[in-house]
Structure formats: structure tokens, C-alpha cells
């Protein structure tokens, strides 16, 4: 498995083509309120274009699709977690990564054997409305030493500044959305987290 320091998650196909010639190598496809032709036919997409660059595609929420579509990776959140097939997830061969914001969420996704946790949100965040407050580094600090070589994720009001914090504060992997997203120049501030994550860019083999 490759695991990158830099781990975008995107809300459409469509900016995939835009990212990936930059050199993106962990990217997730997380798409909300679409009928189910469409979540097939842009996971399907997805897929042939992370394949095609070398890239991990990582589906969030929909794992009976990317079952279908026989992608590697999905993510699900706490209460996906609840619902989902687990035993179908890994007859299939599918890696998993957890969503976590607190220490009973932790346990609950390592009594899971994920292949990675995310914690956040580390700093406050713009994307959706949260109950939790923000974590703050000494939490990733903490999460780290919890889950030992379990790789750990952070996300959550992140910057290419506040990322390199997160990641020498123990993560190995930040995951971004708004701040590539609802940037005015997206690919130019794709290529800015690439380089500034780049100190810890590296291949961990299962």
C-alpha cells in the first residue's frame, strides 16, 4: 500500500484529471446526494484514472459499489461503520479507514482492524458542522502513540503550514479538502501541499 503525507479528498470525478498529472498519489472520492447511476459511473471513472497514474483511490461510504467496481480502498465514518458488511468488505479484499474524533471512537474503529484512523478535526474546520471541538496537536501526539504502526490521518482546518505541524506532530498522512478546493487556483495549491509534504513522503509496504 502506498501511503502518502498528502491525502485529498475530492467531492467529483471531474477535478481527478486537474490533480493527478501533479503527482497525487492518495486521493479519495467522497460524493454526497447523487443517484446511484451516477455514484457508479464516477467511482467507475475514478478508479480507471487513479489506476492509470499509480494512484490509491479510496471511496468513502459507498462499499457495496466499490465492491462492484472492484476498487481497493474505501473510508467509512462511525455510523457507516454500524451499517456496513464487514465480513463482505474483507471476503473482497478491501483496505479500510476509519473516521475518529474521540477515544471510544478509537477503540471502536481499532476493535475493526482498519488499515488506517483519521482524527479530527485538528483544527477548526469550515467543511460541516461538528460536535466535537478541535483536537490541537497534542492530541495527534497522543492518537500516534494509541495506535502505534497503524498509520494515523489528520484533517480539520488544515493549510500547508498547519499540515507540516500535523505531520511532525506524529500523523503520517494529512488529509485536505476547502483549502484545495475553495482555493482560487486549485492545481497551484495541490502542487504547494505536494512539496510541503514531500519531507515525509515515503512507500510503507504492508
Known sequence: MILDPFYLIVDDVS??????????????????DKPEAALRAQIGTARDLCAATGAVLVVND????????????IHLG???????DLAAIRRHGLKLGVSTHDAAELDHALSVSPDYVALGPVFPTILKQMPWAPQGLPRVTDWKARVGSLPLVGIG???PERGRAVLEAG??????VTDVLRHADPQTRAAEWLSATDPWRRTVTD
Open 15 to 32: 477535478w481527478l484529471p486537474r490533480f493527478l498529472p501533479l503527482g497525487l498519489r492518495f486521493v479519495q472520492l467522497r460524493i454526497k
Open 62 to 73: 459507498y462499499w457495496r459499489i466499490a465492491i462492484d467496481a472492484k476498487c481497493d480502498f
Open 78 to 84: 462511525q455510523e457507516d461503520l454500524e451499517r456496513a
Open 157 to 159: 482546518g488544515l493549510t
Open 171 to 176: 500523523a503520517d498522512s494529512v488529509a485536505v
